[in-house]
Nanobody, 116 residues
Framework: VRIVESGGGVVQAGGSLRLSCAAS????????IGWFRQAPGKEREGVSC????????DYADSVKGRFTISSDNAKNTVYLQMNSLKPEDTAVYYC??????????WGRGTQVTVSS
């Protein structure tokens, strides 16, 4: 199983980035995909997730209205479109695949830095 995140970078406050999460070695349709982030000195927190069935989505309150998660099952890829970025969004962003509320397969993360 391989989970690879990409698309991170440095952006000014108010800018946008789109993160990608490419999964291989799993039956993509059997898993929910979640995005998490961890800022220096802070615990990892859930950002958004998309279910494997029906494509329902969920977002942390801190990103609602700014971030959008989407899935391209044909490409085994999930995207996180991040708009109106704030300095407090600075973190390493991780993607994970899981089911039943548990996250089994994790990527190594991609750094997002938002400058003020």
């Amino acid at each position: 199983v391989r989970i690879v995140e990409s698309g991170g970078g440095v952006v000014q406050a108010g800018g946008s980035l789109r993160l990608s999460c490419a999964a291989s070695g799993i039956t993509f349709d059997d898993y929910a995909i979640g995005w998490f982030r961890q800022a220096p000195g802070k615990e990892r927190e859930g950002v958004s997730c998309i279910s494997s069935v029906g494509g329902s989505t969920d977002y942390a309150d801190s990103v609602k209205g700014r971030f959008t998660i989407s899935s391209d099952n044909a490409k085994n890829t999930v995207y996180l479109q991040m708009n109106s970025l704030k300095p407090e969004d600075t973190a390493v962003y991780y993607c994970a695949a899981g089911s039943g509320g548990s996250w089994y397969h994790w990527g190594r993360g991609t750094q997002v830095t938002v400058s003020s």
